[in-house]
């Protein structure tokens, strides 16, 4: 029993060692801002100016930004909504230097509002003539063209024609970028130090630092007990193993 009680606690130490994981998706900027919508379809009934910049089709899920590359992917998150989106246009111009950084298609927006969409006027309707939301919003991947690898800048800084080598540092650190786990000493961490020689058996080393004394002082002994079945040449009197445990 001492002998299986040692091995699985020294399983679990090493599961929750490496407890952590990489995430499915990579965060690589997030924040909030306020968005406003569009449609624009070339068709001149909005007072658009013709199709998106990026030559992608008008579409749901196309979004415009005043600085972020052209095809940078990501979502936005409105009162426990959230929406995909991808940057294929330019905008808004004027209002980003009032701090609204993104113009969401309007089928988007209709989905996280609970408007609907008016194909005739390109709006959206049910929503009390609301045209900005205060949205959070995550990147995912950035697009490969010109434009601020970083927090969105108003369209009249030029940022969006300026090519960004240096985009901003992930908030997340993915597994696989974090400091290695300190490995543990043979044995799960806790010392034994060979029999004394005037009998007295044996004694156990300090606990790691940060970790429970009593814990050390337990598996001290259920290590110490192993090692005396096994034939290890360490005897621990029955005694002895009282007044670790009493510890």
């Known amino acids: ?14 599961t929750a060692a490496h407890a952590d994981s990489d995430t499915d998706e990579k965060i690589l900027l997030k924040g909030s801002t306020t968005a406003s919508y569009f449609w624009d379809d070339s068709s001149g009934r909005a007072g658009d100016t013709g199709l998106p ?10 979004a415009a930004s005043p600085s972020w590359p052209l095809l940078t992917e990501g979502y936005v998150v409105y009162k426990g909504k959230k929406m995909p989106f991808f ?3 330019r905008g808004p111009g004027v209002p ?5 950084m993104l113009d969401l298609d309007a089928k988007t927006f209709a989905d996280l509002t609970g408007g609907s969409f008016n194909s005739s006027t390109l709006g959206v309707d049910g929503v009390g003539g609301q045209g900005h939301i205060k949205v959070d919003y995550v990147i995912t991947k950035w697009g490969d063209g010109v434009g ?20 901003a540092k992930p908030p997340q650190i993915l597994a696989e970028e974090k400091p290695a786990e300190e490995s543990a000493p ?4 806790i010392a034994i130090e060979a029999p004394a020689q005037d009998g007295g058996g044996v004694t156990e080393a300090a606990a790691p630092q940060g970790e429970p004394q009593e814990a050390s002082v337990v598996g001290g002994a259920l290590m110490a007990g192993a ?18 445990v009493k510890r």
């Open 1 to 14: 029993m001492l002998t299986a009680s040692t091995v699985g606690a020294l399983t679990i130490a090493g």
């Open 227 to 244: 090692l005396a079945m096994a034939g290890g040449g360490a005897v621990l009197g029955g005694e002895r193993l009282r007044r670790l």
């Open 186 to 189: 043979q044995g799960g961490g």
């Open 87 to 89: 940057v294929g246009d």
């Open 53 to 62: 910049a990026s030559g992608k089709p008008m579409q749901k899920g196309l």
């Open 148 to 167: 601020k690898k970083n927090y969105p800048v108003a369209f009249s800084t030029g940022a969006w024609s300026k090519r960004d080598n240096n985009p």
């Open 96 to 100: 980003s230097n009032r701090g609204i």
